[in-house]
């Protein structure tokens, strides 16, 4: 009876190892390596990625109509834009490059070398249907931006539906040459393809996009991660004459360190959590002032991604930084007691002797600083700082102060104070040096590049310009 059911056990475990399912628009030219990324997958994690083969364009018009499905991978960059555009994609990642060329029978018998050579009498020459497969989209571009399409496309004898029925023809016989993209024609041995100089210039982008519609967007985005893995899917892309990306490695559950100035932190951090819980990974925050922050990265700690508090804190790690980017601004003001007790107006106010005044640490804190650049413009540093009894590494530690009496004025941030602003009295400082900008950028030795893009592009998205705002910032990302 034991051993019966322990077989039992062991049978029911193995029909239920697939416990999920995905759908994936797939174009027709990606089937090769799609179809065995989606088994490796299945056999390690058992998820079923179900494929639905067919050329980019016919697949965007059944996903534009069906509402439904995971992932959608196109042959070039332009179909997942025009996706976009429609509102069906959340996130995108670059596969592989694919290069548009002349395919021929293998040994090439009947001697085509250049674009004329297709206009012989007896050559039977065919390509890709423009308004169903990327390949044939762009055969027309190219075609009509050389001025050659009236001419080529008059000799076309016929026009299939997916770049993979037009090679396979060429493989039987039917035809004799056709434009196929680089990558195809090297899955056929009983293919050669010239590649013209002149088309460089038309390489493509294949991208995989996680579609709005996925019941389940995190399974989604972890198989878009195991197929752009450089130490996974690309390994296929590559095998099968593909030219992959230098893409992030493969972790089931990555993480990501962020480094950010405590400032912002209000600003993203629901946003940073949404991020974790949809993309299925950590993200380790370091929030402090941006002193320490820039020290530690120049003693050697290399976060993914740094949102600094003010620029002139990124200026001095920039070189390890790219795709840098303005994200927001908040001013520099005085935050007293919701009574104003001292009858505090300005910055010269501040000069008053016997006051009890905070300030952020400039060594530490890039407010810290930005206050020391403040005051020398003003010219009365010297006179406010003999009533400084305390300099922070963060703001928030002089608001706290301020709320317990400890200190009857501080220079804050007005995104420090905007959601306490009933209980304390903010004044504007009326200067041009009284504003910071913050910006965010990507570590360039960062081992997930990728997926720390897809953070900064939350942390810069339409989304997150809400919380800003209703944290006291201004807005200035256009992504």
Known sequence: MLITGLLFSCQNSKENKTTQELTMYCAAGMKAAVSKIANDYQQEYGVKVNLQ????????????????????????????????????????QPLAFLKPVIAVAVNNPKSIYKLDDLKKDNIKFAIANPDAASIGRLTRKILMETGRWEEISSIISVMKPTVNEVANDIKIGTIDAAIIWDAVANQYPELDFLSLPEWDKYKQQTTVGVLKSSKNPTEALKFLRYLSASDKGLLTFSALGYSPIQGDPWNEKPELLFYSG??????????????????????????????????????GQQPDAYLSCDVTFMDEV?????????????????????????????????????????????????????????????????????????????????????????????????????????????????????????????????????????????????????LYLENGFGWLSEN
């Not at 600003?267 to 991020?275: G, L, P």
């Not at 974790?276 to 530690?296: A, F, H, M, P, T």
């Open 262 to 299: 405590g400032v912002n932190r209000l600003a993203i951090e629901k946003t940073i959590q949404a991020f974790e819980k949809r993309e299925g990974v950590d993200v380790i925050r370091v929030y402090n002032g941006c002193g320490i922050l820039v020290s530690q990265m120049k003693a």
């Open 53 to 92: 083969y067919g050329g980019s364009g016919t697949l965007l018009s059944n996903l534009s109509i069906a509402k439904r499905g995971d992932l959608y991978l196109a042959a070039d960059q332009s179909y997942i834009e025009k996706a976009m555009d429609k509102g069906l994609i959340e996130e995108t």
């Open 318 to 466: 920039q070189g390890s930084f790219q795709e840098i980017n303005n994200v927001s601004t908040t001013d520099i003001v005085i935050a007293t007691s919701k009574e104003n007790d001292k009858n505090l107006m300005t910055l010269e106010d501040l000069t008053r002797p016997g006051l009890k005044l905070g300030v952020c640490n400039p060594k530490q804190s890039a407010l810290g600083a930005l206050t020391v650049s403040l005051l020398d413009n003003v010219g009365i540093r010297e006179d406010i700082m003999k009533n400084v009894v305390v300099q922070t590494p963060t703001a928030d530690l002089l608001v706290n102060q301020l709320r317990t009496g400890a200190l009857d004025a501080a220079i804050v941030y007005s995104a420090n104070v905007a959601s306490i602003q009933d209980k304390l009295t903010v004044l504007k400082i009326d200067a041009v040096a009284a504003t910071a900008t913050q910006n965010i950028g990507i570590n360039t030795s960062s081992d997930y590049k990728f997926l720390t893009r897809r953070l900064y592009q939350r942390i810069t998205s339409e989304a997150s310009k809400k």
